[in-house]
């Protein structure tokens, strides 16, 4: 059987166990974080083919110099990613609908923060760049609420070892609908839409986050979307990907991606998800 090492213990590593067994790939789980390696020696299971880089860049480093296997999303593509800037940037550059964003590069001036505010008007969004699963994201209503959230990523942004000290201003757009499509290999092989309980909503939260209590329910998506989500993965060039897409009455566009998206439950998804991904988990262990 091929040999599949995945740098994940949580629901992902769980649920592709059996589903890939089936399509004749082992999945060994390669530990890669929370660990002593000896770089002579770093005790690693001897696998074909990887999935996913680890999430630690430093510790995949050694993990991909130990292992020498291709990845399905190397490094290149979970940096790139990450960048959410970057991804905005490159979709924006290739016609694809993104919301109105503007990067900061810490520290910027108050008057450059006032009239990019201004430009993208009340309500937006603050968003650091490189944080997943909606960690430090906020709404802000007006220039005292920005300017005390600002004050905040100054403070972090002042610890010289902090790597990322850039940040998003964007727009908000209300009552969007918010969908995460999956596309492997090219395809949009399933989605499911995020929505918060009732009672959240009416208290006033609005990030419609699975880990800040919202639930995620598998949906058809309209063709529209689903060559969206295919044409973003195209464009970035990253064959397993997650495309978050935020619906208004006027309009749909791309977030936000991630080259490390949780696999759901498998109902969630089309006929064949697994089947595909196992061609794509094959040809990356040919190159």
């Known amino acids: 059987m091929l040999r599949l090492g995945v740098a994940t213990r949580a629901e992902t590593f769980e649920r592709m166990v059996d589903p ?3 399509e004749g790939i082992a999945v060994e789980h390669v530990r890669s974080k929370e660990r002593l390696f000896s770089l002579s020696d770093p005790d690693l299971p001897a696998v074909d083919v990887g999935f996913v880089y680890p999430s630690r860049v430093m ?4 993990v991909d110099a130990a292992l020498d296997v291709p990845w399905v999303n190397g490094r290149d593509a979970i940096l790139a990613s990450r960048n959410k800037a970057g991804v905005l940037a490159t979709l924006s550059r290739a016609d694809l609908p993104v919301p109105q964003t503007t990067m900061v590069s810490n520290p910027c001036s108050t008057a450059d923060l006032e009239d990019a505010a201004a430009a993208l008007g009340f309500p937006l969004v603050v968003k650091p760049n490189s944080a997943t699963r909606g960690v430090g994201i906020a709404r802000v209503d007006d220039p005292d609420s920005l300017f005390g959230v600002v004050d905040y990523l100054d403070a972090i942004h002042d610890f010289r070892a902090t790597g990322d000290r850039s940040y998003l201003l964007q727009e908000y757009l209300p009552g969007a609908r918010d969908y995460r499509a999956m596309v492997v290999d090219g395809e949009c092989v399933g989605a499911v839409e995020r929505r918060l309980p009732d009672d959240r909503v009416e208290a006033g939260q609005w990030k419609h986050n699975v880990h800040r209590g919202a639930t995620a329910t598998g949906i058809d998506l309209p063709d529209e979307h689903r060559r969206l989500a295919e044409e973003t993965a195209a464009v970035l060039g990253v064959d397993y990907l997650g495309v978050d897409l935020l619906e208004t009455d006027e309009r749909v566009v791309v ?3 991630n080259a490390r998206p949780t ?10 998800f697994y089947a595909t991904l196992a061609d794509l988990i094959r040809r990356t262990a040919e190159r």
Not at 59 to 62: C, S
Not at 263 to 272: F, L, R
């Open 20 to 22: 890939l067994a089936d």
């Open 59 to 62: 510790e995949g480093g050694v």
């Open 255 to 257: 977030n936000e991606t």
């Open 263 to 272: 696999i759901d439950d498998a109902a969630k998804y089309e006929a064949g």
